[in-house]
DNA sequence: CCCATTGGAAACCGATCAGTTTACGGAGAA
DNA sequence: TTCTCCGTAAACTGATCGGTTTCCAATGGG
């Protein structure tokens, strides 16, 4: 019966991975990690290359999940402008989870600094895909530039992030008046 | 003539703690932090409490210049539009330097994550002031929700040096427009 | 049964962490 | 000169870092 009872070592160490990391930062130790996935450091660096390479591999299994939690779907019949929004409350939405501290794939390279570190070239990844929907659904609505506002448009959301991170202020109703100031000057309605 | 040629120990440690904890994060430690300073860590912990204190310490030494390096003077006879395209216009110079990382504040909240610590609070406090700036002008602009402006320029202020610290992009004539675009929103001309 | 593979526990490596202490050298006062 | 005081370098504490290695118990196939 319990067929998916016992996720692998493998499982349990991205899981560790992706959990501490984002709540101690990415210095917390490789013993914390084995020992939070219930895994001899043995098996771990049998599985890994190295503490870095363990930590990408946790961002690069969240990032496709994370990004398809964001979007909406392709096929929603929505105005690109709704299709924007619907982004950005799905962060805020996520941004009032308890123990939420800004987006992951953000504070990640904000850590690690080394921008050619794999994580950071995950992280980094996550963020171009991003803004290559804001730039889509731009450029499907007729804004007047749309690489501009596709810029603009991650620019917020990454301070929405940062902001929540630093627990900063509730932003509550704050994101969706800003994100429209944006569409609207861009001739996007 | 050289009355002051040599900084003080104090100076020196400050100075390195800024330089480092800046380039390679809070996490330096305290021996490098002496060895570049040209201080012994028995004189660095007569000066200072702890690392976290000189951190705090050095963040504080800092705040005031760089709040009022952002902000134009107060009798510029300038309306608040331009007041606060002025504060923009100096953080994108200043993003502008070779080593630039994004504000020292944000980042160091960020890599602390515990908004308790002396350093956090004192990056708190720099945001703060900065944010009832942009209120002030807000109302003395007339803009039609001058604290809602007010949180929306802080977001893109944070959300500028984010990117900029993960080296994301250019951001060469994002932030103009953008700030232009909410100040429009909000009916300040 | 025996043996070979697996993987966990833990010792171990050299390095570094924050912080304390010891020992010494140099400057000023007597 | 001799004594005192100050700050230095450096050794030291015990803990942790990333990573490696050794040892042993459990497992499964012959």
Redesign the pocket.
């Known amino acids: 019966m319990t067929t998916e009872a016992m996720p692998s070592?493998r499982e349990r160490l991205l899981e560790a991975a992706a959990t501490l990391t984002y709540r101690d930062g990415?210095?917390?130790?490789?013993?914390?990690?084995?020992k939070a996935a219930?895994?001899?450091?043995?098996?771990?660096?049998?599985l890994f290359?190295?503490?870095?390479?363990?930590l990408a591999a946790s961002l690069e299994e969240r990032a496709s999940a994370y990004v398809t939690a964001l979007l909406p779907t392709a096929d929603d019949n929505h105005p690109p402008r709704e299709r924007i929004l619907h982004v950005f409350e799905q962060a805020e939405a996520q941004a009032g989870a308890p123990d939420f501290q800004g987006c992951r794939y953000l504070v990640v390279q904000i850590e690690l600094k080394d921008p050619s570190h794999p994580a950071s070239r995950v992280a980094h990844r996550v963020k171009e895909n991003l803004t290559a929907f804001f730039r889509a659904e731009a450029e499907q609505g007729g804004a007047s530039d749309p690489d501009l506002l596709a810029r603009q448009l991650i620019l917020v959301f990454d301070g929405a992030s940062a902001r929540a991170g630093i627990k900063a202020d509730t932003q509550a109703g704050l994101i969706a008046p800003t994100v429209a100031a944006l569409l609207d000057a861009a001739d996007m309605h």
């Open positions: 070592s990415v210095n917390i130790g490789v013993d914390a990690l084995c219930g895994v001899s450091k043995r098996s771990m660096y049998k290359e190295s503490k870095g390479d363990l």
